[in-house]
């Protein structure tokens, strides 16, 4: 197969085997990268919402059961839908007015409420109960950590969005410090994620006593495009092509 490749202004052909074919086709049909990049939406292959985490990230979340949980973001977007349709509850705050009426009207879900809190004090204390997911992808990193730290429910966790930015942001740095030495696990997830042609990191940090239920029977499950999740017919399928040597 020849591929073209364009890198630093400039397009190459190159002639790539039959398995980088398939995982190009992979990004494309499964993740639907290339519609998330062309939409300019947080979306999976059928237009379903996503948050804007890593796709390792959002595997991970995924196996778990919200119906009976509380989530509260900082910050609104595709992930307020995403956790509008897992979870029994959902508060996410924006500053921006902009944003807040895109997604006032683009989403419509009872469990979900959506504040506009356009200074910063208002912003970080619209959190004033007890949730079991807190979301800080917005503004003020360490306020809006400090604020989660107090209103995590036991056995509750935190996910902090974009946190490979903690390497050249002091509001991150102060962030992750309280987080850390909170006691929370830290949990980081590196790659790819929808929208964007580079690879970022979100983290998680999870309570000492987390224990949240699953979706299915075992953990890890199969994750998007994972072998163990085919048919054996699409196994046997698959070795024929690309692993028989």
């Given amino acids: 197969m020849w591929l073209k490749v364009f890198f630093n202004g400039e397009i190459y052909n190159t002639m790539v085997k039959d398995e980088f074919d398939n995982l190009v086709a ?3 049909d499964e993740y639907g990268i290339a519609r998330t990049i062309e939409e300019q ?3 999976d292959k059928d237009g379903k919402p996503l948050p804007w985490y890593t796709y390792p990230a959002i595997e991970y979340l995924s ?3 919200y119906k009976d949980k509380k989530v509260f ?3 609104c977007g595709y992930s307020s839908a995403y956790w509008a349709e897992r979870a029994l509850q959902v508060v996410a705050v924006e500053n921006d007015l902009h944003w807040w009426k895109r997604w006032q009207n683009e989403f419509e879900y009872d469990n979900l409420q959506m504040l506009l809190k356009e200074n910063d004090e208002s912003y970080e204390t619209a959190l004033d109960e007890d949730y079991d997911v807190i979301i800080i992808d917005g503004k003020r990193r ?7 730290l107090q209103h995590l429910k036991s056995g509750g966790m935190i996910i902090v969005d ?11 740095q102060e962030a992750f410090i309280l987080l850390k030495n909170s006691g929370l696990l830290q949990i980081d997830f590196y790659g790819c994620c929808p929208m964007n042609s580079f690879s970022k990191a979100t983290s998680v940090f999870l309570s000492r006593n987390f224990d949240f239920p699953l979706n299915g029977k075992w953990q890890p499950a199969n ?5 163990w ?3 054996r017919r699409e196994r046997k399928e698959f070795y024929r092509r690309f692993m028989k040597k």
Wanted: with cysteine.
């Fill in 142 to 148: 360490k306020a809006c950590a400090m604020v989660a």
């Fill in 223 to 227: 994750g998007i495009g994972n072998l």
């Fill in 26 to 28: 992979l990004w494309r």
């Fill in 63 to 65: 196996q778990f059961d």
């Fill in 162 to 172: 974009d946190s490979d930015r903690v390497n050249v942001s002091a509001d991150y």
């Fill in 229 to 231: 999740g085919k048919s």
């Fill in 73 to 75: 973001e900082f910050g």
């Fill in 41 to 43: 939406k947080s979306i």
